[in-house]
């Protein structure tokens, strides 16, 4: 079962999907749309065209737990995504996940716009992985 996974962002939506036996992760990219309508699309096309399963959207949750608003603007996403794909939407916990994707790509010496171009498609790898890794 091929598995996308999603970092949902403002400006910028990082992007990975598994391999088609869904055990790891494989390619990873970023989506450049702030239009949460227009996103929906460009994913849509995305599942279609890799014969995607399932998607796993990053859950911004606040640190003790909780959801703020950056977790219910990610809810509603879920349900549009949900709308537009017919595929079950997993929230997914993304905490911390952004974080480490900056400390993997400083590790690796990206900085600067380099770093901005690939950061929320590490950070959406980390979301895949965990799913992965917690099935």
């Known amino acids: 079962m091929r598995i996308l996974a ?4 403002d400006q910028r939506t990082g992007i990975a999907v598994s391999d088609p036996t869904g055990f790891i992760a494989g390619d990873a990219f970023v989506i450049a749309e702030w239009n ?3 996103l929906a699309e460009k994913i ?3 599942c279609e065209s890799r014969g995607v399963e399932k998607i796993v959207l990053g859950d911004p949750v606040n640190m003790d ?6 977790s219910a603007k990610a809810r509603a996403f879920g349900a549009l995504l949900r709308e537009r794909t017919g595929l079950e939407v997993v929230m997914w ?3 911390r996940t952004t974080v480490e994707a900056h400390d993997i790509l400083s590790a690796n010496l990206r900085h600067g716009k380099k770093r901005r171009q690939t950061v929320d498609a590490v950070a959406a790898t980390l979301i895949l992985e965990s799913y992965l890794g917690r099935r």
């Open 36 to 38: 949460g309508e227009r």
């Open 65 to 70: 737990g909780s959801e703020g608003p950056r």
């Open 93 to 95: 916990d993304e905490r």
């Open 6 to 9: 999603v970092d949902y962002g």
């Open 44 to 46: 849509a096309a995305e």
